[in-house]
């Protein structure tokens, strides 16, 4: 395939997909409605309560978007984040959003939409038609998720009541909570971390390579000297060094990984860190990292002393890309793998 010519056609793809995710955001007001009447949500809503603090994100100017609800809690809460360029739910400006189908699962095994948190920390992602490299840029870095991570864990604990949280995240989100608790030595207020094929040991996306189309301006300037090539581009960036070099699976928290591993067909490519194929529409880059050096980042995902579940072929549940990066957090499999480790609790001892 031509990377150009791949490229501007995933761009194509991604655009016209847009006016089906405005639907599919504003699919639930009946629900919501009538959870505002009183009636338990039969789904998850989009928005947070209004009585909820404000967070405020600095580099849109607008307050953080995301889900939750008033209500009991007798479960440890549940924070579900999202990955680099993407929501937590479906937008009018990004059909992803596979975050709330997970949280949705979790209503449908037994937890109560008030103690499921969505936390969508770069906002609706429709500032990006105006500046498409903003998906590389500092707005979207880990530098600028931690201190609304911060904000969004304390006032979740303040408003439910919770002493400890548990927290969902996907590729980005799990560095940047990961970041967060280091920096805050907040692992005594994580009960458990979910670690969804998360960029621990970095990704493949940021070589000086011709071939790394992920370079292009279109496809989100991910050059070695943006910010989050900086943060990820390499096994030893300042910040993986330090996270990494800190402990990766520092207690009392628990720990759980789920990633994609290869095999042998082209859905189980992953393109954050394995260089091959993943799904029709996103080609491989060569694997080096931001210094240009040749690096295996297939094991990114991988944190030391986490039991890890691998899975393959989980680009048959991203309907839009059909990558197994992003199928993965749509996927039954990790539905079921986050339900039964968040039920049974840290190390068996239960809720």
């Not at 009183?38 to 909820?52: R, W």
Request: proline share 8%.
């Amino acid at each position: 395939m031509n990377l150009r010519r791949g490229a501007a056609a995933l761009s194509g793809i991604l655009l016209s997909l847009c006016a089906a995710a405005a639907v599919a955001a504003g699919a639930d007001d009946e629900s919501r409605a009538a959870y505002g009447a009183g009636a338990a949500p039969a789904t998850l809503g989009t928005t947070l309560p209004a009585d909820f603090p404000t967070i405020r994100n600095p580099y849109l100017g607008v307050p953080v978007i995301g889900f939750g609800a008033r209500g009991r809690v007798d479960r440890v809460p549940v924070i579900f984040l999202h990955g680099n360029n993407d929501t937590p739910f479906p937008t009018a400006c990004n059909p992803l959003g596979y975050t709330r189908n997970l949280a949705q699962h979790l209503l449908a095994s037994g937890w109560r939409a008030s103690e499921l948190w969505g936390l969508g920390y770069q906002g609706d992602q429709c500032d990006l038609a105006a500046e498409i490299t903003r998906k590389s840029g500092v707005s979207h870095s880990t530098a600028a998720a931690v201190p609304l991570i911060r904000k969004f864990v304390r006032a979740v604990m303040e408003y439910t009541g919770a002493r400890r949280v548990d927290i969902v995240g996907h590729s980005l989100g799990v560095t940047a909570a990961r970041e967060w608790m280091m920096q805050d030595h907040a692992y005594d207020k994580v009960r458990s971390l979910v670690a969804i094929d998360g960029p621990n040991h970095g990704i493949i996306s940021c070589s000086p390579d011709p071939a790394n189309f992920y370079q292009l301006p279109s496809q989100g300037g991910f050059v070695p000297t943006s910010a989050v090539c900086e943060e990820y581009g390499s096994d030893h960036t300042q910040l993986l060094a330090t996270l990494n070099g800190a402990g990766e699976t520092p207690g009392p928290t628990d720990y759980l990984v789920i990633r994609n591993v290869a095999r042998a067909n082209p859905q189980s490519g992953d393109f954050v860190f394995i260089s091959a194929q993943d799904g029709p529409y996103l080609p491989p880059v060569p694997a080096q990292d931001r210094d240009g050096k040749p690096h295996d980042f297939s094991d990114s995902a991988l944190l030391a002393g986490a039991p890890t579940i691998d899975l393959a072929g989980q680009g048959a549940y991203d309907p839009v890309l059909q990558s197994a990066h992003l199928g993965i957090l749509n996927s039954p499999q990790t539905w079921d793998a986050v339900a039964a480790f968040l039920k049974r609790g840290p190390r068996g001892h239960g809720h």
